[in-house]
C-alpha cells in the first residue's frame, strides 16, 4: 500500500524499489506487477509495462483498471487482438459504460472488424448521449467503415 502512496505523489522511484521488494517476498501479488507495468509506462517503456501488465492479469487480477490498462497499452503498441480481448472483458462487466464500450469499438476497428465497431460505439452514443467523446469515436468508426480514413497501426486514446 505504500508503494501506491509513493506512486500516487510521483516519487516513482521510491514507488518502483517498494513494489520490487513486494515481489520479492510474494511473486505471486499481482498488484505489484500492475503498478511496476504504471512505471515503466512512465519511463516511456510501454512494451515491459504491458509484459508486466499480463503477468498480473496472470496472477488473477481482476481490477476493472488493471483490464482498462491492458486494452489502452494494447491499443498503443498495435496489439489489436489483445487490445479487443481486454477491451471484451471491461465490457462484459460493465456493459453500459459509454467510455468502455467507446474502447471497445476502437479495439474492434483495429481488429478490422469496423461493422461491429459501428454497433458498439453506437451503443456507446445510446449510454452516453452526452459525452462529446462517444460521439467523436462513432465518427472515427464511420470514416474507417467508409474508407475515408485508414485503420490506424496503433492509437492512444
Aim: hydrophobic fraction near 40%; charge should be negative; include cysteine.
Amino acid at each position: 500500500e505504500q508503494s501506491l502512496g509513493f506512486l500516487a505523489k510521483r516519487h516513482f522511484k521510491s514507488a518502483t524499489d517498494h513494489f520490487e521488494k513486494a515481489i520479492q517476498l510474494n511473486e505471486s501479488g499481482w498488484e505489484s506487477w500492475w503498478g511496476l507495468g504504471k512505471l515503466d509506462r512512465v519511463n516511456r517503456q510501454l512494451a515491459n509495462g504491458f509484459e508486466k501488465l499480463e503477468k498480473a492479469a496472470d496472477l488473477d487480477g481482476d481490477a476493472l483498471e488493471l483490464y482498462l490498462d491492458l486494452a489502452n497499452y494494447a491499443l498503443e503498441l498495435g496489439e489489436s487482438v489483445k487490445a479487443d480481448q481486454y477491451a471484451r472483458v471491461l465490457v462484459e462487466q460493465s456493459p453500459q459504460d459509454p467510455e468502455l464500450l467507446s474502447l471497445y469499438a476502437v479495439a474492434l476497428v483495429m481488429n478490422k472488424q469496423t461493422k461491429r465497431a459501428l454497433g458498439v460505439a453506437t451503443n456507446a452514443c445510446k449510454f452516453g448521449p452526452k459525452n462529446s467523446r462517444t460521439w467523436e469515436i462513432l465518427e472515427f468508426v464511420k470514416r474507417i467503415d467508409k474508407g475515408q480514413e485508414p485503420v490506424p497501426e496503433s492509437i492512444r486514446l
